[in-house]
């Protein structure tokens, strides 16, 4: 029985059902008769606390849960701090385990992946990596100054590069992440550009049937309110359109983060049609999602985000999409399946779009069967998983692709 050690720093909760991708990988292979192991953190990134207590009878496979110090601050010293411990108490724990047959690993972060890279090269496991976000990259672009960014930000550009060289094959979430990869691998090992996704199946069974209010036009965000997000821009355009007599457009904010409160308080300020349901469990979220009309996905100028989890979301749930996103990979989706509209990253240009959206019904149901058809050909797991499994049942010295 082959032994996969799959390390996953920013993991589920497992306190409901959820969506991440390294359970849903875990659960794929013990399906396929493999011995798995899913290493992640005592401390929950998202809710920003120690995690409760995992019940693993409700799984298939070993769950292990590394100590790492608390953090409130996602861009902050103190989770830098955080995740340097979380990496030595893993590289502990991996000296005294039994030697997998691989490792698969998340990056970010940079600390624990690391460690992982350095394990496998040493003891000669076959190592492979699956890239969520680019690192030190996306810090860079929220937190920039000359001479001391660079003191902060060179170890962890040597440490992304030692990652990504050391691989035998790299996944990434998108081909802009493949792109970087690839460049410090020096085209040593064989590259996959997997989505997230979601598994379409799974989401249409979470769908609600039940229905919204006919006069409404409810217009969806889902995911984390913090930096990267701009939910004021989204605020302000329906601000412009309050002044011109649309009353019933309303807002649909499904998430929590660290500028909830400022949100909700410049929502109030604008007097727009609002509701912030804060941090809701998957199945829960699809059917809010399935009942809304449109989505936004407000990302700031600056993002170095390329493909994220809730595109597959608001793709699966057939819903037109407003998009600011500077993602040229994620633009020129929408562009080829007709999705929506790519808008500028202020209030004029997003209202205008909108109200596009929000006077022509028919569009939005084109606009949203064309969304739908692309999270069947580029997001369902069921189609592009099976890559994964066939590359994790691979040996040392063979590339299965």
Not at 92 to 105: A, S
Not at 152 to 167: D, E, F, L, Q
Request: net charge positive; charged share 25%.
């Amino acid at each position: 029985m082959k032994d996969v050690l799959i390390i996953a720093h920013f993991c589920d909760d497992f306190e409901s059902k959820g969506n991440n991708r390294f359970n849903y990988i875990a659960e794929l292979l013990t399906k396929d008769n493999f011995s798995v192991e899913l290493i992640t953190s005592d401390f929950s990134h998202s809710k920003k606390e120690k995690r409760l207590a995992i019940n693993e009878k409700s799984y298939n496979y070993k769950i292990t849960v590394i100590s790492e110090p608390v953090y409130k601050k996602n861009v902050s010293l103190k989770r830098f701090y955080s995740h340097r411990i979380m990496g030595k108490n893993l590289k502990k724990y991996l000296q005294e385990r039994k030697q997998p047959d691989l490792i698969y690993c998340a990056v970010p972060s940079l600390d624990v992946s690391y460690v992982a890279a350095e394990h496998a090269k040493k003891n000669n496991i076959r190592f492979i990596v699956d890239i969520q976000d680019l690192w030190p990259e996306a810090f860079e672009m929220l937190f920039n100054i000359p001479i001391i960014s660079n003191i902060i930000y060179s170890p962890m550009h040597k440490k992304a590069n030692y990652v990504y060289n050391t691989a035998d094959e790299i996944i990434a979430v998108s081909q802009t992440y493949l792109n970087r990869a690839k460049e410090a691998n020096g085209n040593k090992a064989k590259v996959h550009s997997i989505f997230i996704g979601t598994e379409l199946k799974q989401f249409d069974a979470f769908a609600s049937n039940e229905t919204k209010p006919k006069d409404e036009v409810w217009l969806a965000y889902i995911g984390t309110l913090g930096h990267s997000y701009d939910l004021t821009c989204v605020i302000d355009a329906l601000a412009i359109l309050k002044t011109k007599g649309i009353t019933n457009l309303k807002f649909i904010i499904m998430g929590d983060g660290p500028l909830r409160k400022n949100f909700e308080m410049y929502a109030q300020a604008k007097g727009i049609y609002h509701e912030f349901t804060g941090r809701l469990s998957y199945p829960d979220m699809v059917a809010l999602l399935t009942k809304c009309d449109i989505a936004v996905n407000p990302i700031v100028e600056k993002s170095a985000a390329s493909i994220i989890n809730k595109h597959a979301d608001y793709a699966a749930a057939g819903l037109p999409i407003l998009n600011t996103q500077k993602s040229t990979e994620y633009k020129d989706l929408i562009n080829q399946y007709n999705a929506g509209c790519n808008c500028d990253n202020n209030p004029q240009d997003l209202a205008e779009k909108l109200l596009i959206l929000y006077k022509d019904e028919a569009l939005r149901l084109e606009q949203g069967k064309n969304h739908r058809k692309m999270a069947e050909e580029k997001f369902d797991r069921a189609n592009t998983y099976p890559v994964i499994k066939e590359l994790l049942s691979c040996s040392k010295t063979k590339h299965c692709l």
